[in-house]
């Protein structure tokens, strides 16, 4: 079964650093999203992303944030100077586009565990 | 805003013994709802949603959940809970806009299964 996978499954970084999380999503989907999730607390989403460009950002994705999809497989979250208060589970997600009427879900991968001393 | 709320931290039940996740939900227009299901150090694992139709969605690993509208709830349910259902469950739901789009979850519920 197809499967959304991510590295490294744990980064430890310094504050003011710059990091790169790596996402493969299923292969035919065309959705792809990021969700982070700060120990103990709920899943939070950051961004979303179809046809190479944001569609939806969340007030936590500012300007220290970005996304890109640079090959044909691979879907990436950058954080240019990483806070200590980044420091969470981060999850890439992907998706078929679905309809105006219909949802499709998402398929998540395991998780990078970002921690930022 | 589209939000959903789980009221229960931690459900403990014993094996066998039928098993209830509450959600309730906020939408503005038709609602269209999903649980998740995340084990320990692993991503998050769909179960099921309702976008439409029959108000018992039959999902993974023997789990349903009964759409309610009077009482705008979702909850989960499982007839026989097993030890190896112990882990969080999200309940969640989408934008207003259809196609791919963000989900908002809850803040979710432990359950604990235990013999």
């Known amino acids: 079964e197809p499967e959304v996978t991510q590295t490294p499954s744990h980064q430890v970084t310094q504050m003011g650093q710059e990091v790169i999380l790596r996402c493969v999503p299923i292969s035919n989907h065309l959705y792809f999203y990021w969700y982070r999730q700060i120990l103990g607390q709920k899943v939070e989403f950051l961004v979303s992303f179809y046809n190479n460009e944001i569609s939806e950002k969340s007030e936590i994705f500012d300007d220290q944030f970005s996304v890109e999809r640079p090959d044909g497989s691979n879907f990436t979250l950058k954080i240019r100077s990483t806070k200590l208060e980044d420091s969470a589970m981060y999850f890439c997600?992907?998706?078929?586009?679905?309809?105006?009427?219909?949802?499709?879900?998402?398929?998540f991968g395991p998780g990078t565990r970002l921690t930022v001393l | 805003a589209q939000s959903v709320a789980q009221p229960e931290d931690q459900v403990n039940v014993a094996e066998g013994n039928p098993l209830t996740v509450k959600c309730t939900y906020s939408?503005?227009?038709?609602?269209?709802l999903f649980w998740y299901v995340q084990y320990p150090n692993r991503g998050l694992q769909f179960l099921l949603k309702?976008?439409?139709?029959?108000?018992l969605v039959k999902g993974s690993y023997g789990f349903e959940a009964e759409f309610n509208k009077s009482q705008t709830s979702f909850h989960l349910k499982k007839p026989s809970a097993l030890v190896s259902d112990s882990a969080l469950y999200f309940c969640a739901v989408p934008g207003v806009t259809g196609g791919g789009n963000k989900l908002t979850f809850g803040t979710g519920t432990q359950l604990k299964v235990e013999l």
């Open positions: 997600a992907s998706s078929d586009p679905g309809t105006t009427s219909s949802y499709n879900e998402q398929f």
């Open positions: 939408v503005s227009g038709n609602p269209y």
């Open positions: 309702y976008i439409t139709g029959d108000n």
